[in-house]
């Protein structure tokens, strides 16, 4: 089966609302994962396996989901804290969801490309370890 290179990378970078971009985006490396395995074979891990990982923790700040407990209760005893923790947290979860954009638009195009049919690596399975290197 062949599982199909997503081709609207860069419409998805392009969108506004960081949480839905956060989620599409989690999604296309999700399938670029699965197209790369059809690439480089299944007894390898690759890049966007990791990627939709990171993107999806990424997602829990984007959204503002992720708040540690303790803050949260020392907020909600010590309302002057509020403002300026609900500050952080948007600040925070702007960067995040910049560096999640930024991170997916550069890379992406890439391993989409890479995992494209017919594309055929210059060296790929066991028997190929890395530079050959003489003593």
Do not use: C
């Not at 995040?96 to 490309?113: D, H």
């Amino acid at each position: 089966m062949k599982t199909p290179v997503p081709t609207d990378l860069d419409a998805i970078a392009q969108l506004q609302d960081g949480a839905l971009r956060n989620l599409l985006i989690t999604q296309r490396y999700h399938d670029l994962s699965l197209a790369l395995t059809e690439t480089i074979g299944p007894g390898n891990v690759n890049w966007s396996t990791f990627a939709t990982w990171a993107s999806k923790t990424a997602g829990l700040s984007i959204r503002n989901e992720e708040v540690p407990p303790f803050v949260a209760g020392l907020a909600q005893e010590h309302l002057f804290l509020l403002d300026p923790v609900k500050d952080t947290l948007g600040q925070v979860s702007q960067q995040i969801a910049v560096g999640n954009r930024k991170v997916y638009a550069e890379l992406t195009p890439l391993f989409a490309k890479f995992a494209r049919p017919g594309f055929a690596p210059e060296h790929s399975g066991p028997e190929h370890s890395g530079p050959e290197h003489s003593e």
